[in-house]
T-cell receptor, first 112, second 113 residues
Framework: GQQLNQSPQSMFIQEGEDVSMNCTSS?????WLWYKQDPGEGPVLLIA?????ELTSNGRLTAQFGITRKDSFLNISASIPSDVGIYFC????????????FGAGTQVVVTP | NAGVTQTPKFRVLKTGQSMTLLCAQD?????MYWYRQDPGMGLRLIHY???????AKGEVPDGYNVSRLKKQNFLLGLESAAPSQTSVYFC????????????FGPGTRLTVL
C-alpha cells in the first residue's frame, strides 16, 4: 500500500508567494524524487535527490532529502501562474530499483 | 523524437469487455512501466518490464496482463473490465535501473460502466 504521506493536499496562493510542501514515510528511501503534473499530461521530473541531507535547486525550486531518509520537502519561491499543477513526491527503496512509491500529490493553485 | 506515446487517449468500456492499451517509446529505453492514477492516491505501479520479452508484477497487478514483444512497445491488457478499473493509466520508460529518470506518457483515461 501507499507509504508516503504528502501534505498539504492543496494550496491556494497568490502570485509571488513562496510554496512549501513535504512528504514523510515510515520507511527509509534511498532516492527521493519530485514530479509536476499539468492537466491532461503525465508527470515530469523536477528534482532528484540521492543522498541524505542533500539540498538541490532547479531554478526557483529547492528540494531536500531528509537526514533520517524518511522525508523530503519541496519549496517553490516567488510563485508564478505556470506553477499551477499537481506536485508529487516519489521515493525509491534500496532493494526496489525502478519501483517508485508516490505520494497522493499537492494541488497548487496560483492566483494573480 | 516523440518520447512516450499512449493509445488511445480515452476509452469507455462496459463491464466484462476487454481491451488493450498501447505504449510506445522511441528513446531505446530498456525499462517500461504501467501505472494507474486514482483521485487522492497518486500513481501505483501495475506491471513493469526490464527488457524485451520480460514482465513483472508491480503493486496492483490483479486484473491486468502485459506483454513486451518489442523493446519499444509495452501493452497493458484488461481481459474482463470491472468498474474498479476506471482510472487514468500512465506508461513510463527509463534507460536502465536504479535512479534513472522515468519519462511518462500523456495518459489514457479509461471508464468502465
Amino acid at each position: 500500500g501507499q507509504q508516503l504521506n504528502q501534505s498539504p493536499q492543496s494550496m491556494f496562493i497568490q502570485e509571488g508567494e513562496d510554496v512549501s510542501m513535504n512528504c514523510t514515510s515510515s520507511s527509509i528511501f534511498n532516492t527521493w524524487l519530485w514530479y509536476k503534473q499539468d492537466p491532461g499530461e503525465g508527470p515530469v521530473l523536477l528534482i532528484a535527490l540521492y543522498k541524505a541531507g542533500e539540498l538541490t535547486s532547479n531554478g526557483r525550486l529547492t528540494a531536500q532529502f531528509g537526514i533520517t531518509r524518511k522525508d523530503s520537502f519541496l519549496n517553490i519561491s516567488a510563485s508564478i501562474p505556470s506553477d499551477v499543477g499537481i506536485y508529487f513526491c516519489a521515493g525509491q527503496k534500496a532493494d526496489s530499483w525502478g519501483k517508485l512509491q508516490f505520494g497522493a500529490g499537492t494541488q497548487v493553485v496560483v492566483t494573480p | 523524437n516523440a518520447g512516450v506515446t499512449q493509445t488511445p487517449k480515452f476509452r469507455v468500456l462496459k463491464t466484462g469487455q476487454s481491451m488493450t492499451l498501447l505504449c510506445a517509446q522511441d528513446m531505446n529505453h530498456e525499462y517500461m512501466y504501467w501505472y494507474r492514477q486514482d483521485p487522492g492516491m497518486g500513481l501505483r505501479l501495475i506491471h513493469y518490464s526490464v527488457g524485451e520479452g520480460t514482465t513483472a508484477k508491480g503493486e496492483v497487478p490483479d486484473g491486468y496482463n502485459v506483454s513486451r514483444l518489442k523493446k519499444q512497445n509495452f501493452l497493458l491488457g484488461l481481459e474482463s473490465a470491472a468498474p474498479s478499473q476506471t482510472s487514468v493509466y500512465f506508461c513510463a520508460s527509463s534507460r536502465g535501473q536504479g535512479t534513472d529518470t522515468q519519462y511518462f506518457g500523456p495518459g489514457t483515461r479509461l471508464t468502465v460502466l
